[in-house]
T-cell receptor, first 112, second 117 residues
Framework: NAGVTQTPKFQVLKTGQSMTLQCAQDMNHNSMYWYRQDPGMGLRLIYYSASEGTTDKGEVPNGYNVSRLNKREFSLRLESAAPSQTSVYFC???????????FGDGTRLSIL | AQTVTQSQPEMSVQEAETVTLSCTYDTSESDYYLFWYKQPPSRQMILVIRQEAYKQQNATENRFSVNFQKAAKSFSLKISDSQLGDAAMYFCAYFGRSRGRGNKLVFGAGTILRVKS
């Protein structure tokens, strides 16, 4: 049982490049989330999808877009990467919006 | 807006001893969930324990227990018989049950726990 799978695990981009982070879960969960984690700070929610076909902004959505491709997959896109987006990105899922979340292993993204 | 505060950036404990990590939160909601997550150096986020606000009984999971003080908006985590594998960053998190838009899991800044052998 893989749980939540994120790809890639590491990526280096140049300022202005675009990039899509992929996330897939095999637990038949309805809700999925994207977070970023910066040094000295807790996780901050970027976007979430309460159920297939819906997406909502979280705390720090600027500079990102998301797509809930189907029930399993929830991607995060950086259209024009900026150094301020250097961070570790986590995808998570939960059975419903109020349930405990299961996290992927994270993607370390560096933007030069 | 809800906030979660972890006032201890770093804590140390001797192996086999007990340590308590503090967490306070601010909310106007009456029904919510509280969680403790563990993040070891591998970076994976692992759910340690959760507490429903409507339950008066403190949650317990093996060596992990919480002291939930709803009136004081306090949610501390006690780790008994500490083990080397407990060394990690611990995050306290809040999730409100109101079904309006913008429901989200709010995290504290984290507490680094070091375990000494």
């Amino acid at each position: 049982n893989a749980g939540v799978t994120q790809t890639p695990k590491f990526q280096v981009l140049k300022t202005g490049q675009s990039m899509t982070l992929q996330c897939a879960q095999d637990m038949n969960h309805n809700s999925m989330y994207w977070y970023r984690q910066d040094p000295g700070m807790g996780l901050r929610l970027i976007y979430y999808s309460a159920s297939e076909g819906t997406t909502d902004k979280g705390e720090v959505p600027n500079g990102y877009n998301v797509s809930r491709l189907n029930k399993r997959e929830f991607s995060l896109r950086l259209e024009s990467a900026a150094p301020s987006q250097t961070s570790v990105y986590f995808c998570a899922s939960s059975e419903r919006v109020f349930q405990p979340q299961h996290f992927g292993d994270g993607t370390r993204l560096s933007i030069l | 807006a809800q906030t979660v505060t972890q006032s201890q950036p770093e804590m140390s404990v001797q192996e086999a001893e007990t340590v308590t990590l503090s967490c306070t939160y601010d909310t106007s909601e009456s029904d919510y969930y509280l969680f403790w997550y563990k993040q070891p150096p591998s970076r994976q986020m692992i759910l340690v324990i959760r507490q429903e606000a409507y339950k008066q009984q403190n949650a317990t999971e093996n060596r992990f227990s919480v002291n939930f003080q709803k009136a004081a908006k306090s949610f501390s985590l006690k780790i008994s018989d500490s083990q080397l594998g407990d060394a990690a960053m611990y995050f306290c998190a809040y999730f409100g049950r109101s079904r309006g838009r913008g429901n989200k899991l709010v995290f504290g800044a984290g507490t680094i726990l070091r375990v000494k052998s």
